[in-house]
């Protein structure tokens, strides 16, 4: 039974060890060994000696700290072998009828290397408690931490999870019970947390001879023969500040936490991934010139980054549980992350002996199969084999089908040296009159598929030439006869992409007016293309999407129209380079916005004051072309949501109704449509920290009354939409927010203006 929390602000103990020690653990890189065993008072209090604990063969001990959280004091004792981890004992101070729980849990504590998770309930002090756990494993494995873990609720003292190896997994957790969706399954603190980058800076060995031997380290990444991505070209793999941190950080921990380390997950040192190859350059470079590395085993340097690269969670910080947790593209939890509180949420439900899983990747969720194992591998070193990687189908990568969806409205004939306009849909029917070469012609919309292929309907000035012109004349062993030239689609017609991306950059109407180097946010261009959106937005509001034409992506049939069930084959070439550019593109940091627009990204030229514009077009293309299930476009509209929330925050443009309603729309489509796919990961980082900052946005927006009354419409929406939104971020507790917001327009600007 647990001591209600009035008790346990009474409780001597409690009161004792927490002012001692304060709330939160201190970073293991600062701490030091005399420290980590706590004041001479704390041990005291818990009864524990130096000679007690002191590891006989090599420190793995760790002093008692506490916490309180929820009510509860927690210890952790690890138990270490040289095998790594053997496994975890906690405690729970404030609840009572511990010896017997606490001999029948460690008694199932057999297998050498296994990790199990034990309640350890005691009531009667630490000391009954350590002598326990020193007496079943010996004092010199015995290695105890602190603060790691919280109970969910005073009551449970135990996580539903539990670790176990799987063949080809390594470790892994399964869930212990049912679990419903949005249960916080898990909270912990994190053991290790990467040095702070600052902390670099100003060093004297990083001269030119450092960053031309750090710039100079490169392995090429190749694809393991036989995966789904060989056909990927190599790509060099660098060394990076991040990997510098790892190292340092790992060579300035205790022994004891070195340790620790050593039974986590990392890729063999003479493994061909060149992650391990740029590791050990690194590693070489390090011991050669920082002064922390020069009596380090290369061996353990290489090691350090591996394990730390492998195991790291957002913000640097790596766990005792959650760094055991795999990845899934479709996981069924989401790492969660409000100040000083990590934990773990389940997203759906969750049945008894499932693994748990959590996504590593952010947004690149919404990336094709191919792409995420290619990011994977490149990032994690391992092949993703999960439910959604080894699926045929991937809904984002469904499109509108070419023949249901609406027609380009302007044509061009580009068959020599003429083609027929019919009165029927046939090459039979009669001819109405004879279009020459370069000819332009404007079509209603209407489309007829028929044996012959895909025939549009032709409109003239003169009534009596109206007619139907067949598109493709492959069937009759002619080639195309006619190419849309509508203004909207020229640019996304097979072939002319590239083209047209450089075309515009280059080219813009009114670009060489608009001269200003920051004119890229020029409100009122800004403002027509996402007036262009929004109309879209309007109209997708109202249609039913899961009714309009859209075609199944699927390996083995690509893709099949759920409404006509033609297959379609083309544009395979077209969603290829889209898609490599809208991955650069949308995923492309600020400062390398820059570099792109000076060197040009592999062709692709991209100046600065145009990038943002150049990327919306691309996702507005990507839309027209795909629909908008497709993942450029949803990937799109995540861009424009960022830029509008950028936008507004360092310009003096100030939201207003219908402008913040289109932004909202444009996040809950891409909610709605992933959370259809039970991929929205709610409450995950991509999504649900863009919504709380809009939704305190959108608290801030004044209605203006002679607008509202002018178009009630937009009020009735603005309003709708602001409940909604509002409503998902309420409904997610404790806030999640890990990834730095992706800002358009660095705040140095805009101090400048
Ligand atoms: C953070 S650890 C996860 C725990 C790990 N399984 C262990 O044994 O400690 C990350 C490593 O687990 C493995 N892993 C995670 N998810 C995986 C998956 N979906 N398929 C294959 N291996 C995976 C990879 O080796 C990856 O580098």
């Not at 009735?716 to 509002?726: G, M």
Request: charged share 25%.
């Amino acid at each position: 039974m647990s001591m209600e929390n009035n008790d346990l602000e009474r409780c001597p103990w409690t009161k004792a060890l927490w002012r001692g020690h304060g709330h939160r653990c201190p970073s293991p890189t600062r701490r030091r060994e005399s420290s980590l065993l706590g004041t001479k008072r704390q041990r005291r209090f818990w009864g524990i000696s130096r000679r007690m604990l002191w590891a006989r063969s090599g420190a793995k001990i760790r002093t008692a700290t506490g916490k309180r959280q929820q009510g509860h004091l927690i210890l952790v004792f690890l138990v270490l072998n040289s095998n790594g981890l053997l496994c975890q004992v906690w405690t729970d101070l404030v609840s009572e009828g511990w010896a017997e729980h606490c001999l029948e849990a460690l008694e199932k504590v057999q297998l050498q290397g296994e990790e199990v998770v034990l309640p350890l309930v005691t009531g009667d002090g630490l000391h009954s408690a350590v002598r326990c756990v020193v007496r079943k494993f010996g004092r010199c494995s015995c290695f105890l931490f602190s603060c790691g873990h919280t109970p969910p609720s005073p009551t449970v003292c135990t996580w539903p999870l539990e670790i176990r190896s799987m063949e080809g997994l390594g470790k892994c957790a399964f869930a212990l019970r049912d679990l419903p969706a949005g249960e916080m399954i898990l909270e912990e603190e994190p053991f290790y947390t990467r040095m702070p980058r600052a902390q670099l800076q100003k060093r004297p060995e990083w001269d030119q001879a450092w960053l031309a031997a750090f710039n100079g380290i490169r392995a090429a990444l190749k694809a393991p023969e036989g995966s789904p991505f060989s056909e990927m070209p190599e790509k060099p793999l660098l060394a990076s500040t991040a990997l510098v941190l790892d190292l340092i950080s790992f060579v300035l921990l205790p022994e004891s936490l070195k340790g620790a380390l050593y039974g986590f997950s990392s890729p063999a040192l003479d493994s061909d991934h060149a992650l391990v190859e740029v590791a050990r350059q690194l590693a070489e470079l390090c011991k050669e010139r920082l002064p922390e590395c020069k009596d380090a085993d290369l061996g353990m340097l290489q090691f350090a980054i591996l394990v730390t690269e492998m195991n790291i969670f957002p913000g640097g910080r790596i766990f005792w549980t959650m760094s055991r947790i795999n990845h899934s593209c479709a996981p069924n939890c989401v790492f969660s992350a409000a100040p000083n509180r990590w934990g773990l949420r389940s997203v759906r439900p969750i049945s008894a002996g499932e693994e748990i899983t959590i996504s590593y990747l952010g947004e690149e969720l919404l990336l094709p199969t191919v792409q995420r194992q290619w990011l994977l591998w490149r990032s994690k070193c391992f092949i993703c084999g999960c439910r959604r990687c080894a699926s045929p189908e991937d809904p984002l990568r469904d499109r509108a089908c070419s023949s249901c969806m609406p027609l380009p409205k302007r044509w061009r004939v580009v068959h020599q040296p003429a083609v027929w306009r019919r009165k029927e849909p046939s090459t039979a029917g009669r001819a109405v009159a004879l279009l020459k070469e370069g000819t332009e012609f404007d079509t209603n919309g209407v489309s007829q598929r028929t044996k012959e292929g895909l025939w549009i309907f032709a409109e003239d000035s003169d009534l009596k030439k109206n007619g139907w012109v067949l598109v493709d004349g492959s069937t009759l062993g002619l080639g195309q006869l006619i190419e849309p030239i509508d203004e909207e689609f020229a640019n996304i017609w097979p072939g002319r992409l590239k083209h047209r991306l450089k075309r515009t950059v280059f080219n813009r109407p009114g670009d060489a007016a608009r001269e200003h180097y920051l004119n890229w946010y020029d409100l009122d261009a800004q403002k027509l293309t996402a007036w262009h959106w929004r109309k879209e937005e309007d109209e997708f509001e109202e249609s039913d999407s899961a009714g309009s034409s859209y075609a199944r992506f699927s390996r083995e049939r690509n893709w099949t129209c759920e409404s006509c069930g033609e297959e379609i084959e083309a544009f395979v070439k077209e969603e290829q380079l889209l898609g490599e550019v809208a991955q650069r593109v949308f995923a492309m940091a600020l400062h390398d916005q820059r570099r792109a627009s000076a060197a040009g990204v592999k062709g692709l030229v991209l100046p600065d004051e145009n990038f943002v514009l150049t990327a919306l077009r691309l996702a507005d293309d990507a839309g027209r072309l795909f629909g908008r299930r497709h993942w450029i476009w949803q990937m799109g509209l995540l861009f424009a949501v960022d830029l509008d929330l950028s936008l507004n925050r360092f310009t003096y443009r100030k939201w207003d109704a219908e402008w913040i309603s289109g932004t909202a729309s444009m996040l809950l489509e891409v909610w709605d449509w992933l959370a259809s796919l039970e991929l929205s990961q709610a409450p995950s980082y991509f999504l649900h920290s863009r919504a709380s900052r809009l939704s305190k946005e959108m608290e801030n927006v004044v209605l203006v009354r002679s607008d509202v009354e002018k178009q009630p419409a937009v009020e009735e929406r603005f309003l709708r939409l602001r409940s909604k939104l509002q409503r998902r971020v309420d409904g997610l507790s404790p806030p999640v927010s890990i990834l730095p917001d992706r800002e358009f327009i660095p705040e140095t600007l805009f101090i400048a203006h």
